[in-house]
Every structure is written in C-alpha cells, then in structure tokens.
C-alpha cells in the first residue's frame, strides 16, 4: 500500500510536483494524518469510509485487504483514508472511537454509519453498496 506525503495544505494527494492527482483519481487507502484529516475526509468531494486503525491490531489486519480491494474496486466513487491512532488520535478522539478497527462512513462531513470491528468482505461490500446508495438518494434534487 502506497503511503502518500501529507504535504501541501495537508491533503494527501499532493505531491509537490505539478502532478497532483485528484481524489476522484485514488484507486488506494490513502494514510491520513490528524493535521489533513479535514481537508481529506471532511471537505471530500466523495464519500469517504476512514478506517481508524493500529499496526499492532490483528483484525485491522485482516480488514486492511478487503479495503485495498475496495478502494480499488470503487476508484473515483469512494474514498478509502486510513488513520493511524497510535500516531494520529485527535480525531479517533474526536469521534469517541474506542476500539479497533473501526470505520466511519463519511459523506459530506457528516458520519452516515460506522462499524466497530473486523467483518467479513461480504458483509462490508454490503455496507458500502447501502452507504453509496444512501449517498446518491441524499445528493438527489428534491422534486418538490
């Protein structure tokens, strides 16, 4: 998994080169520090799951690949940040997170769901298919 640089007003797609990709580019987790976490998963242009997890943490461990492959899978439609809570734990904190894994489900700087603990593939491709409908029915235009 590529670690990006939080680098240019915190966002971590920002590389510093000219070549700058955008989030609806990010076919990858992308590692989160509490300093971007706004900008990144709070002023996303895409929903966002954030998977606040430990290097030490077994069942994020075994969460981590599924969400490399759906990070993969739904490229330019959903945004996959990874937090790191022994490093960054302001906004775990923030969120009242108490153990790990656990995921947000974050659209339009708003938490939709979240999931404490590891699951399986099918039961998360699950979570994440209601959350993107949930999504697009909200972004919606009221026909009233």
Not at 27 to 32: F, G, K, L, Q
């Given at each position: 998994m590529l670690e990006r640089q939080n680098q240019g007003g915190g966002c971590p797609w920002y590389h510093g080169d000219g070549k700058d990709e955008?989030?609806?580019s990010i076919?990858?987790?992308?590692?989160?520090t509490d300093a971007a976490f706004e900008k990144?998963?709070?002023?996303?242009?895409?929903?966002?799951?954030?998977?606040?997890?430990?290097?030490w943490c077994g069942p994020c461990r075994m969460v981590a690949p599924i969400l490399d492959k759906l990070?993969?899978?739904y490229a330019g439609?959903?945004?996959?940040?990874?937090?790191?809570t022994d490093?960054?734990?302001?906004?775990?904190?923030?969120?009242?997170?108490?153990?790990?894994?656990?995921m947000l489900?974050?659209?339009?700087?708003?938490?939709?769901?979240?999931?404490?603990?590891?699951?399986?593939?099918p039961y998360l491709r699950d979570m994440v298919d209601e959350f993107l409908r949930t999504v697009e029915t909200l972004n919606k235009p009221d026909k009233n």
């Open positions: 955008t989030v609806e076919s990858e987790p992308v590692h989160v990144a998963v709070l002023q996303s242009s895409l929903p966002a799951i954030v998977d606040f997890w430990a290097p990070a993969k899978e439609k959903l945004l996959v940040a990874k937090v790191n490093e960054n734990p302001s906004w775990a904190q923030s969120y009242g997170v108490q153990g790990i894994p656990t489900f974050v659209a339009k700087g708003k938490v939709v769901h979240q999931q404490v603990g590891a699951v399986p593939e």
